[in-house]
């Protein structure tokens, strides 16, 4: 209305309205090695996600590439390509039982769910305790809200501060129906150059960092949240109990692997055992003299004799066979005329 007074922001770390981030977001970051060969810098990084992702136990996470073609970026589009991203991560993460998703399938299925069933909550079942990863670009969550995340996860260069404050926000939000933000966690997993402008933004846009080397185990974001807020959410013990049972699978699956390459172990010492020299026949069960080449294997004066039971039983039986006789052919009657009248032609042989 005309003439209203304008609310009072208190948000901001520090209450004086310098930032739209809730107060309690917990913002970390975890350096990794700066290197030239893009490959080798892929791996690197995308080793510590993983180590991360699996550290914060978070139920959802956002996982968010920041990168630009521009002159002067850190890294290009290329460098951490959705494709390639997504396809590390569900290997890696395949065995903990986290599931990988792309954010456009996502809002694929939230948006169906939407039509069908009037309901929202971008596709995840209230009752969906399970963990799941979702891969965007910086660029492609702009205008989109994602439900019930817990932590967000960076890589590459944000640039400026108004896209870091843009990806951090996405989680801690407000949800309808809560008095108050429910807590969330933004890890940047970059390299220190990158890492020195992250400080630099939160110095003036009112929040703080805290590094936590990847030599350590990094926080759940449950642990995070209770040291915040001073409260363990509830859905912290739903997520802690299907992540011992995630865990509890992974030990059978790692116990029965161990048990197949103890077989197959077991199976090449039998099939070894099959092969050793057999001292009576002179030669491997196989036949072969595989690894016997250049040794000299005692010999019998009466070796270099053939005998019978030297030769193969095939041989024997074709060699000791009597030899087959040819049928007898009678002359045909024109033939026998011809012996007793002046022959005026051939005679031939009747088959």
Known sequence: AAGAEMPKVAAGQYGDGSSTLPLDTVHTIRVVEQMENSEARFGLVMEAVVKTIVELKARRTL???????????????GDFGMAAVSG?????LADYSIEVENVLRVVEKASAKVWTSGGADDGRKADDDGQEVIVAAKNQIRGIHLAGLEAVVLIGDPARSQDYVHCAGRTNRMMPGKTRTMGGICVSVVSERVAEEICKFGSYEGFQTRDVPLSEVHPSVWDEIERVTGSMPKEAEKVQK???KNQQKREVKFRAQALVLDSISSQEG????????????????????EGWEDQEMPKDDDDDKET????????????DAPPKRR???????????????PATGIGAWDD
């Open 63 to 77: 996982l968010v590439t920041c990168q630009d073609d521009g002159p002067g970026a850190l890294y290009s589009r």
């Open 88 to 92: 590390y991560l569900q290997f890696a």
């Open 242 to 244: 299907v992540i011992r």
């Open 270 to 289: 039998l099939v070894a055992f099959e092969r050793a020299f057999d001292e009576k026949e002179g030669a491997f069960a196989d036949g072969s003299q």
């Open 308 to 319: 019978p039971a030297s030769r193969p039983a095939g041989q024997r039986a074709k060699e």
């Open 327 to 341: 049928p007898e052919r009678r002359p045909s009657a024109s033939f026998l005329r011809a012996e007793e009248e």
